[in-house]
């Protein structure tokens, strides 16, 4: 099993709607989350941080995070084509707390 | 406000030969990180330094060598290229301790070995 899962896509969601992408962990003790975008030919860009049980809200983005159910989403409303990428989720791992276990990415597309 | 600069850019090597990628941060991170990417794989860890003076293997060690000069650079190095190790390369900062920061990235080098 792999420590951070997410599903692959491509995730294709209409302009102006709500896109979710989700992401699953297998270390109950994990503490700090983040959502990265990236885009193609481009480096990881941080766009969330989550600490705690819950939801955190930044512009269009909203990160959610249930420890109980090792599960974090990012939920980005009003769609844009500029939020075609890749997004990546990231966790801190168990062994050693300086590293940071990523998963595999989700592609969305948003179509206009 | 550059944040984490690798070199060089893109390099293209011959098989056997050898490189050192170069990354340096300015924002007094005490964790650093090297990272390749190959499509549908994800980011996977080479190499990273918890702190000034030392260095721990990640996930896909073999062929790399790394040097934490000092706290600002960290460096990757290709003893003797094999096309295995075509890829993208990326370095990363983050304060460490905790490590309830985040990552940061540099832009990345584009490696292809012939």
């Known amino acids: 099993q792999k420590e951070v899962e997410q599903n692959s896509g491509p995730l294709s969601v209409p302009e102006g709607a709500i896109a979710s992408l989700n992401c699953t962990y297998s270390?109950?003790?994990?503490?700090?989350f983040f959502w990265y975008r990236q885009y193609s030919g481009k480096s990881p860009e941080l766009i969330m941080s989550?600490?705690?049980?819950g939801d955190k809200e930044d512009g269009r983005f909203t990160a959610q995070l249930n420890k109980a159910s090792q599960y974090v989403s990012l939920l980005i409303r009003d769609s844009q084509p500029s939020d075609s990428a890749t997004y990546l989720c990231a966790v801190t791992g168990y062994s050693s707390a300086s590293k940071i276990i990523f998963g595999s990415g989700t592609r969305l597309s948003i179509r206009p | 406000n550059a944040g984490v600069t690798q070199t060089p850019k893109f390099q293209v090597l011959k098989t056997g030969q050898s490189m050192t990628l170069q990354c340096a941060q300015d924002?007094?991170?005490?964790?650093m990180y090297w990272y390749r990417q190959d499509p549908g794989m994800g980011l996977r860890l080479i190499y990273y330094?918890?702190?000034?003076?030392?260095?721990d293997k990640g996930e896909v060690p073999n062929g790399y060598n790394v040097s934490r000069l000092n706290k600002r650079e960290f460096s990757l190095r290709l003893e003797s290229a094999a096309p295995s190790q075509t890829s993208v390369y990326f370095c990363a900062s983050s304060a460490g301790g905790n490590s309830n920061q985040p990552q940061h990235f540099g832009d990345g080098t584009r490696l292809s070995i012939l």
């Open positions: 924002m007094n991170h005490n964790s």
């Open positions: 330094s918890a702190s000034e003076g030392t260095t």
């Open positions: 989550i600490y705690s049980n």
């Open positions: 270390d109950r003790v994990s503490q700090s």
